[in-house]
């Protein structure tokens, strides 16, 4: 996957917005403005792209253990973010895909009702 993959399909779901709000080069993408994904663009420059995802705890080992790509979110809460290494060899862009809706998923779970109400309603 490329980054423009990667955000137009962070993009292309409900309520989502991207920001840099650490830096220039690190893109966060919210929904209803609770980051669920973010990645560092210079990961990218450098050819081992990578992106922090949120997660299940229980789904997080689980993943850990299954994928050589997939580790403890890094600089994050090591049991709710996963850092996803993209194009490796066992991480798949439908893997990768999947996460992604995981992450967007369980924030808009953790919505209060009337945040969902207004997803619901874009």
């Not at 709710?80 to 993209?86: A, D, F, G, P, S």
Request: charged share 30%; net charge neutral; with cysteine.
């Amino acid at each position: 996957m490329h980054i423009e993959q990667v955000r137009d399909f962070c993009m292309a779901k409900k309520g989502v917005t991207e920001h840099f709000p650490f830096d220039d080069v690190t893109l966060v993408f919210k929904v209803m403005n609770k980051m669920f994904a973010l990645t560092g663009l210079k990961s990218w420059e450098e050819g081992e792209p990578k992106i922090n995802l949120k997660c299940d705890p229980d789904k997080a080992q689980e993943l850990r253990a299954a994928y050589e790509g997939v580790n403890p979110g890094w600089h994050m809460n090591k049991r709710l973010w996963n850092t996803v290494t993209i194009n490796t060899i066992d991480v798949s862009e439908e893997v990768i895909k999947e996460l992604i809706n995981h992450s967007y998923d369980l924030v808009v779970k953790g919505l209060t009702k009337k945040l969902q109400a207004e997803l619901k309603n874009l």
